[in-house]
């Protein structure tokens, strides 16, 4: 068990640019979830796939935020045309499907700065 | 909706003190609960879960949380805490009982714990 692991830990970039973000989740889980969290805040929920199937957005997900998981192992997120608001953490998350119960396990997040 | 309140944005202890971190939530139909614990510059980390059964749910590092259904609170205990528990903790909870949203932790703002010597 690896753990879920997030690339790249920070980024900065210029307002309006195309930032992607990827996460590998522990091999066995198939949920994946991301969540966004900004400074004195819990992280709040944005979407998640069960394997390649997106099953739920957040309206936090505006039109500039995509998130992918093609094959149902690793899964990036897009944000088109950064905005200062985004700035924030964003988390990834995996567990294993056995009826809910189980926890998400967490990786170290993507820390975007928008100058 | 579900909801979770954390009261206490810092609880401050001394090293060998319980400690208590509060939280209530407020769900439509049954509960999941869970505590995480974050640290600098890391993701969370899971501390424990309340699924179902004994009230009194035994974790991870030795941090222990009682569900009260009807205060609708699931507070994090320590009997004994350490420097090294200095973190930030948050609760988070699931609505079983909604199926459109079955997946989605709700989390507390988070609680700073600070521990001194």
């Known amino acids: 068990d690896t753990g879920v692991s997030q690339d790249p830990r920070h980024k900065i970039t210029k307002r309006g640019q195309n930032v992607t973000f990827r996460c590998d989740p522990i091999s066995e889980h198939n949920r994946l979830y991301w969540y966004r969290q900004t400074l004195g805040q819990g992280p709040e929920f944005l979407t998640y796939?069960?394997?390649?199937?997106?099953?739920?957005?957040?309206?936090?997900?505006?039109?500039?935020?995509?998130?992918?998981?093609?094959?149902?192992?690793?899964?990036?997120?897009?944000?088109?045309?950064?905005?200062?608001?985004?700035?924030?953490?964003?988390?990834?998350?995996?567990?294993?499907?056995t009826g809910d119960n189980q926890p998400q396990h967490f990786g170290d997040g993507t820390r975007l700065s928008i100058l | 909706a579900q909801s979770v309140a954390q009261p206490e944005d810092q609880v401050n202890v001394a090293e060998g003190n319980p400690l208590t971190v509060k939280c209530t939530y407020s769900v439509s139909g049954n509960p999941y609960l869970f505590w995480y614990v974050q640290y600098p510059n890391r993701g969370l980390q899971f501390l424990l879960k309340y699924i179902t059964g004994d009230n009194l749910v035994k974790g991870s590092y030795g941090f222990e949380a009682e569900f009260n259904k009807s205060q609708t609170s699931f507070h994090l205990k320590k009997?004994?805490?350490?420097?090294?528990?200095?973190?930030?903790?948050?609760?988070?909870?699931?609505?079983?009982?909604?199926?459109?949203?079955?997946?989605?932790?709700?989390?507390?703002?988070?609680?700073?714990?600070?521990?001194?010597?």
């Not at chain 1, 936090?60 to 200062?84: V, W």
Request: a neutral charge; glycine letters at 6%; hydrophobic letters at 35%.
């Open chain 1, 49 to 97: 796939f069960q394997n390649e199937a997106q099953l739920e957005k957040s309206r936090l997900l505006s039109d500039r935020f995509s998130a992918e998981r093609p094959k149902g192992s690793f899964s990036t997120l897009e944000i088109q045309r950064t905005e200062q608001g985004d700035s924030a953490m964003y988390l990834c998350a995996s567990s294993l499907w």
């Open chain 2, 79 to 117: 009997p004994s805490a350490l420097v090294s528990d200095s973190a930030l903790y948050f609760c988070a909870v699931r609505d079983i009982s909604n199926t459109g949203t079955a997946s989605k932790l709700t989390f507390g703002t988070g609680t700073r714990l600070q521990v001194t010597l």
